[in-house]
């Protein structure tokens, strides 16, 4: 018996480690520098070429700043390190999304307005939130299935 449960104590501290706060950092970045200098180039361009009056503008950068943040946190937040997080730590995989805040991509905002930073930050911060929540929701979701799957199965010996 105090094999097994020496088992769990180093099986709980290697996944402490592994899924550190550093790491999830570097995990929240994802991209080579060259691509995001391509992709902030190619924003730089899309936004050279679209002459607008005043009010469009107003609503069209409300608009273009929503749907580059969603498309940036589609492609920033990491899905599977979120469903893992719920699924081994259930209550810390449900309220970190509130408290950690990674940085939002910097190539995403070169070259923009305050405007559309604002709007950008807003709106990503928002998504961000909801995809790991729901993320981390799922993993719980399986780790509690999982759980009470292992409980049955001892219970049946």
Known sequence: MRLNSMFHVITFL??????????????QRGASPEALQRRAASQK???????????TLQLSVKDQARQDAHKDVNTYVNRPM?????????AVGLLAPYF????????????????YVAYYTDAYNQKRQSVQFSAALAGQGVGCCLFGLSVALQASR
Not at 16 to 26: A, K, M, N, Y
């Open 82 to 90: 979120w469903f893992i997080i719920g699924c081994i730590f259930p």
């Open 45 to 55: 361009r899309e936004v050279q070429a679209q002459p607008q009056t005043e009010t």
């Open 100 to 115: 950690y805040k990674p940085p939002i991509p910097a190539s995403s905002l070169l070259g923009k307005s305050p405007e």
């Open 14 to 27: 290697t996944v402490s480690l592994v899924f550190s706060t550093p790491l999830l950092v570097l995990a």
